[in-house]
C-alpha cells in the first residue's frame, strides 16, 4: 500500500505546486504584500531577501496573484549570471517582444517604449518582479536603473521587486550599485519561522492533502523543525519522508524516529 493510501492523502503533500488559494497567509507573507502594494503605489523597489526555501518565490506569486489582472501588468522573471544583454531579452520576452537587436540601447529603448505603451496608452499599471535577483551580476546591478528612467526621471513607470538570498543585499551595497539601490523604498527579510509555526504549516499542509487531523507528534515536529532551521522547503522533504517512514512501518502516528530516518535522505 502506498503512503498516500496509508493516511488517506488526496493528493501528494507538501507540494510545491499550490493554488493562489492554499497559500498559507502567514504574518511574514502579508508583510511582503504590504511592502509590495506600497511599492508599486509610488513606483520605486523593493527587496525581498531570505534563505533558500524560506517563502520568498510563495509569498511574489501570492501578491501578484492579488493584484488585478485588468489594472496591472506583471512581469516575473527568473534571474541568471548573465549579461545584461540576457537580462534585457528575458524582459522583452516577458513583454511579448523579440529583437535581434545587440546593443544595450536599442534593448533599452524597445522595453521602456513598450512600458510607456502599457502605462499611457493602456493606462495599466506595471511591475517588474526579477526572482533570484542575488545572482544577477554587479555589471547588471550597475545598468538596471536606466530601465527605470522616464522622462528624466521624473515618471515612476516602473516598479521594480527583487527578491533573492542575502548575497542581493552585498552586491547593491556596492558603490556602483548605488543608483539602482538608491530607489529601493521597502525591504523584507523572511526567517525560518518558529516552533508555532512550523506546527501550524505542517497542519496545513496535511489539510491541502485531504487529512485533518496531525500526523504528527509533539517530536516530530520539534524534529521537523529543528531539521529544517525553521525553512519551509526542507521542512517540506522532512515531513514527507517522515510520513513514507511511517508507512513502512504501518504507524498512524509520525515519530521523531521517522523525521531522523527521512533526514538522512536529503541535504
Ligand atoms: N505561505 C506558504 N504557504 C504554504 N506553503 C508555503 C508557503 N511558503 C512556502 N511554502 C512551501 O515552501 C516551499 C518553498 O517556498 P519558496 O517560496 O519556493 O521559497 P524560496 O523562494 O524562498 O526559496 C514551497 O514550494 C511551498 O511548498
Ligand atoms: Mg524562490
Redesign the pocket.
Known amino acids: 500500500m502506498s503512503y498516500r493510501a496509508f493516511f488517506a492523502l488526496t493528493r501528494e503533500p507538501?507540494?510545491?505546486d499550490?493554488a493562489l488559494h492554499?497559500?498559507?497567509?502567514?504574518p511574514e507573507?502579508i508583510a511582503v504584500k504590504e511592502r509590495f502594494d506600497y511599492t508599486l503605489r509610488i513606483g520605486a523597489m523593493a527587496l525581498i531577501t531570505?534563505?533558500?526555501?524560506?517563502?520568498?518565490?510563495?509569498?511574489l506569486?501570492?501578491a501578484i496573484g492579488q493584484l488585478h489582472p485588468s489594472e496591472y501588468a506583471t512581469f516575473y522573471l527568473t534571474a541568471s549570471s548573465g549579461s545584461i544583454l540576457e537580462l534585457y531579452r528575458q524582459i522583452l520576452s516577458e513583454l511579448g517582444l523579440h529583437s535581434a537587436g545587440t546593443s544595450r540601447a536599442t534593448l533599452t529603448k524597445l522595453i521602456k517604449r513598450e512600458i510607456q505603451e502599457l502605462v499611457l496608452g493602456k493606462k495599466m499599471k506595471v511591475a517588474l518582479v526579477i526572482?533570484e535577483a542575488s545572482l544577477l551580476r554587479l555589471d547588471v546591478f550597475q545598468e538596471l536603473h536606466t530601465l527605470t528612467q522616464f522622462e528624466g526621471d521624473s515618471k515612476p513607470y516602473l516598479p521594480i521587486l527583487l527578491?533573492g538570498q542575502s548575497l542581493l543585499i552585498d552586491k547593491l551595497s556596492y558603490r556602483s550599485s548605488q543608483p539602482l539601490a538608491s530607489r529601493i523604498v521597502a525591504r523584507s527579510h523572511?526567517e525560518g519561522v518558529n516552533h508555532q509555526d512550523m506546527e501550524q504549516?505542517l497542519r496545513?499542509?496535511l489539510s491541502i492533502a485531504g487529512v485533518k487531523k496531525n500526523l504528527f507528534d509533539q517530536a516530530a515536529i520539534t524534529a521537523i523543525h529543528q531539521g529544517s532551521g525553521g525553512l519551509?522547503?526542507r521542512?517540506?522533504h522532512l515531513a514527507r519522508g517522515a510520513l513514507i517512514a511511517a508507512a513502512k512501518e504501518q504507524s498512524m502516528t509520525v515519530t521523531a524516529e521517522h523525521v531522523r530516518l527521512a533526514s538522512t535522505e536529503i541535504f
Open positions: 507538501f507540494s510545491s499550490l492554499e497559500i498559507l497567509q502567514t507573507l531570505g534563505d533558500i526555501g524560506s517563502g520568498k518565490s510563495t509569498a506569486r501570492y526572482d527578491a523572511l504549516y496545513h499542509h519551509f522547503r521542512a517540506n
